[in-house]
Nanobody, 123 residues
Framework: VRVVESGGGLVQAGGSLRLSCTLY????????MAWFRQGPGKGRELVAA????????DSEDSMRGRFTISRDDAQNTAYLQMNNLKPEDTAVYYC?????????????????WGQGTQVTVSS
């Protein structure tokens, strides 16, 4: 399985970005896709996850209401729409996939990872 992210970049505070993540080499739709992020000097944290039935887990309050995960199973692609971005959202954003029905919140629950895409929010 190959996980390929795109859509990062530099944006001013208050702006928006949409990240995309496509899975290659899969033959099932029974998987969870998730977005994690890792800011400078910080650990990797969950942004949001979406299971194969469409159920979602959102992250901490600072992102809730601003970030939305979605997926298109016909394209094996997940998206992360990020609105009203803040400088503290600056991080490398990683897409991850987990095969099966569990929607996990921990990095250890995901078997396949993308290379990460940088998001930088200027003040």
């Amino acid at each position: 399985v190959r996980v390929v992210e795109s859509g990062g970049g530099l944006v001013q505070a208050g702006g928006s970005l949409r990240l995309s993540c496509t899975l290659y080499g899969i033959t099932t739709t029974t998987y969870t896709m998730a977005w994690f992020r890792q800011g400078p000097g910080k650990g990797r944290e969950l942004v949001a996850a979406m299971g194969w039935t469409g159920g979602t887990i959102d992250s901490e309050d600072s992102m809730r209401g601003r970030f939305t995960i979605s997926r298109d199973d016909a394209q094996n692609t997940a998206y992360l729409q990020m609105n009203n971005l803040k400088p503290e959202d600056t991080a490398v954003y990683y897409c991850a996939a987990s095969f099966g029905t569990v929607v996990g919140t921990q990095t250890s629950q995901y078997s396949d990872w993308g290379q990460g895409t940088q998001v930088t929010v200027s003040s």
